[in-house]
Nanobody, 123 residues
């Protein structure tokens, strides 16, 4: 089992930045691919970014590429999502997930999920 806890969400103005963190505990999290997803109000969950188990490779959805950066610190069992140039359309609950498949852009390929952290971007 892997337990995931997200933090770092909040309210920010358009153009601002936030850094989300996802702390992992349980089974060796460095063995897992880590991903970030988000769910806009009333919509399906969507893929944001993922990072390979040792951090050598990353992949982003088109809408965040160039603005968001996913990284991990396996010594701290933590994955980060640095979000810059935030837009109102980035407003969503953000979730981290752990899985075994890289590149995995659908939620069914992830085994463990956090509870989520809300990001709200005002215009």
């Amino acid at each position: 089992q892997v337990q995931l806890v997200e933090s770092g969400g909040g309210l920010v103005q358009a153009g601002g930045s936030l850094r989300l963190s996802c702390a992992a505990s349980g089974r060796t999290s460095s063995n897992y691919v880590m991903g970030w997803f988000r769910r806009h109000p009333g919509k399906e969950r969507e893929f944001v970014a993922c990072i390979s188990s040792y951090g050598g490779s990353t992949y982003y959805t088109d809408s965040v590429r160039g603005r968001f950066t996913i990284s991990r610190d396996n010594a701290k069992n933590t994955v980060y999502l640095q979000m810059n140039s935030l837009k109102p359309e980035d407003t969503a609950a953000h979730y981290c997930a752990a899985g075994r498949v890289y590149i995995a852009t659908t939620g069914d390929l992830y085994d463990y999920w956090g509870q989520g952290t809300q990001v709200t971007v005002s215009s």
